[in-house]
């Protein structure tokens, strides 16, 4: 597996790779786990080469501190992207990528100002930012996304819709640890203690989409949610909804594909996860 630093020598590293064949992007920000090992692996699946991006994006972090503590592994990341049979990884650096007098902001309406977008300002406008800014760099055929950040990628597919970008983006299912817990970097930063209390995430969403999906009320089926998650030590709710899968909105009455959604705080990591949910009730 080739590495290039920067953007000196990506072109030419990434027309090596052959004109012919198709090429997937896999963007992330290092830290990898086996839910990035099954981006990679996706995209084995669907395209000829793949380019795995690790760039740690100042502009997504809405909080300095969040910045700091997140978790930077590059050494093993780069090990396991290549036995995970990566072909091309690319290191772009912050003076690459925001030198000075950078000016420019791509921005996504509506379906950025809910959940999210509510809770950490300007975060979607950096990761739209800096996504297109790989599109651009590497011009992939398709690029792959984890379903964990499921506002993310729906972001992400109405930017490439709507630029026009001739670009397929697939979302593959968030990988759970055995207990349920959605692997994130984050989850590096728990104590041994709120590790264990972390499954409760994962319980309280998977009991909501049962009760909802046997035909129970949303409203009380979202508070014993909120509830479950109290009783299981978890701080800050940040949000806890059943939304419409493609727009986000949230759902009163359960119908068609929808989302569970939630963002807790487990002392001072904040913790995201999502759950389809799907009624036929109509
Ligand atoms: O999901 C992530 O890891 C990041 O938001 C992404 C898409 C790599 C952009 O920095």
Redesign the pocket.
Known sequence: MQIIRGMKGLRQAVAALGDEGSIALV???GALHDG?LALVGEALRRADKVIA?I???PL?FNDKGDLDRYPRTEEEDAARLEAAGCDLLWIPSAEDFYPDGFGTTVHVGGLTERWEGEHRPGHFD??TT??AK?FTGVLPDIAI??E??FQ?LAI?RRMTADLGMPIEIVGVPTVRAEDGLALS?RNALLSDDERRRARGLHDALASAKRAIEAGGDVAPALDETRAKLEISGFGKVDYVALVDAETLEPVENATGEMRLIAAVFLGKVRLIDNMRVVSDTV
Request: net charge neutral.
């Open positions: 963007p992330t920000m990035h991006t760039f740690v994006n997504q950096g990761v800096v996504v790989l996304f984890g964990k950040d993310q992400i970097s």
